[in-house]
């Protein structure tokens, strides 16, 4: 099925560990999006690529590192773990980096830092 | 800052009643849109809507928009179980560019 996969759905890491989540989308859109959500907070955007060759800082990007690796692929990077990074991540894709196109979101990956 | 906050946090009703969420947010906006989560799920895009509309319809939702007040509601009539979910409203607009923001959520919970 079209859309956007993540992997790992879950990981568990010790504070200082590095681990890189991958996200790729099949739908040939241009956008690319990293959010973290966590109980009480919504969603909150990490970083995010407009377009292949660009990545920008959203609005927690301390602690983390993206790739935008083709125009399919965007991974997210934490270098040294912490607890509290423990969340879940989302990855999302739009077909332009424009206003009024929804986003399409992946299932997913659950994080536990200890 | 959150732009969007869903209102009311938690909503619990019958099967068949129609259930309202409301969303606020502080500053212009482009467009709004609704997303749907079930537990454990990504979220999936149900409707949007542009600061130059008032209303939209898509089945059995009902989204309206008033600018003056910078809120939006969201309308989901003769409920299902299936419609048990979270609810959030996302804007793009002056203070995110083309990014989305998104609030908290309503949490809503069908009873069959």
């Known amino acids: 099925n079209a859309g956007v996969t993540q992997t790992p759905k879950f990981q568990v890491l010790k504070t200082g560990q590095s681990m890189t989540l991958q996200c790729a989308q099949d739908?040939?859109?241009?956008?690319m999006y990293w959010y973290r959500q966590d109980p009480g907070m919504g969603l909150r955007l990490i970083y995010y690529?407009?377009?292949?060759?660009?990545?920008d800082k959203g609005e927690v990007p301390n602690g983390y590192n993206v790739s935008r690796l083709n125009k399919r692929e965007f991974s997210l990077r934490l270098e040294s773990a912490a607890p509290s990074q423990t969340s879940v991540y989302f990855c999302?894709?739009?077909?332009?980096?424009?206003?009024?196109?929804?986003?399409?979101f992946g299932s997913g990956t659950r994080l536990t830092v200890v | 800052s959150q732009q969007g906050e869903e209102d009311p946090q938690a909503l619990s009703i019958q099967e068949g009643e129609n259930a309202t969420m409301n969303c606020s947010y502080k500053?212009?906006?482009?467009?709004l849109q609704w997303y749907r989560q079930n537990s454990g799920r990504g979220l999936v895009h149900l409707i949007l809507?542009?600061?130059?509309?008032r209303e939209k319809h898509s089945g059995r939702l009902r989204v309206t928009l008033d600018t003056s007040k910078k809120s939006s509601s969201l309308l989901i009539t003769a409920s299902r179980a299936a419609d048990t979910a979270s609810y959030f409203c996302?804007?793009?607009?002056?203070?995110?560019?083309?990014?989305?923001?998104f609030g908290e959520g309503t949490q809503l919970t069908v009873n069959p």
């Open positions: 739908m040939n859109h241009n956008s």
């Open positions: 999302a894709s739009s077909r332009v980096f424009q206003e009024g196109y929804g986003y399409t």
């Open positions: 500053t212009s906006i482009n467009n």
């Open positions: 809507i542009r600061s130059n509309e």
């Open positions: 690529s407009a377009s292949e060759g660009t990545t």
């Open positions: 996302a804007t793009d607009g002056e203070t995110s560019g083309s990014r989305l923001t």
